[in-house]
């Protein structure tokens, strides 16, 4: 049974996906992996937008392997390697076949938080437990076998705590990484909470 505060898949059906990036800061990102459960208050995202965007993986309608599962449904995960390193957590948005998506780039560590050092290798707490995709993945336990997960369900999923970050407090950068994309690149899609410390560094 879910949560009353567990987000629903409508939320995830918005056609916005610059205005949902925005409105996931604040929410509680959750994972129950290997029975642990592990969370942390979103601070940092970045919006890919399918049909206009140069830096989203689905542009022009690429549709391989990797990237299918953002032509489903919203609010399911996408899952992708980095650098052969880094597993990154996306959000896939918007209606069928429209392959948006949201990165979550930091969190702020809530629960387990223990459990997330051990995950990190890491003996105390601190600003590199979960600050940036790649090693906020690690802490929660997040790899690319968790690629298509529901978020709906009881593994990985999002909560609002009904906390709302007002837009004086969101930063507005453009996204990390993505020289690729031409003009695209400087598009101010990367958000963050002014001022939390957990967010990842400027760009």
């Known amino acids: 049974m879910n949560k009353p505060n567990k987000l629903s898949r409508d939320f ?4 916005d996906v610059v205005g949902l990036a925005q409105s ?3 929410k509680v990102f959750c994972t129950k992996i290997d029975d642990i459960f592990t969370s942390g208050k979103i601070v940092e995202t970045e919006a ?11 542009h022009l309608n690429r549709r391989t392997k ?3 599962i953002m032509f489903g449904t919203g609010g399911f995960a996408y899952v992708y390697l980095c650098y052969g390193i880094h597993h990154l957590f996306n959000i896939v948005t918007n209606q069928k076949n429209y392959a948006d998506a949201i990165l979550i780039r ?8 223990e459990d ?8 105390k707490q601190e600003y590199r437990l979960t600050a940036g995709p790649g090693v906020m993945s690690s802490a929660l336990g ?4 968790h690629y298509g997960t529901d978020l709906t369900g009881n593994t990985i999923w999002i909560e609002d705590h009904k906390e709302t970050i007002s837009p004086e407090n969101i930063i507005a950068s453009p996204r990390v990484g993505i020289d690729y994309a031409e003009e695209d690149a400087l598009l101010p899609w990367r958000f963050r909470i002014a001022k939390n410390p957990w967010c990842s560094k400027a760009k």
């Open 48 to 58: 890919y937008c399918g049909a206009t965007d140069k830096a989203c993986h689905a």
């Open 12 to 15: 995830y059906l918005d056609d």
């Open 116 to 123: 997330m050092m051990e995950r990190r290798g890491l003996n």
């Open 142 to 145: 997040i790899s690319t076998e």
């Open 24 to 26: 996931l800061l604040g």
């Open 106 to 113: 930091a969190v702020e560590p809530l629960n387990g938080i």
């Open 66 to 68: 990797r990237t299918e």
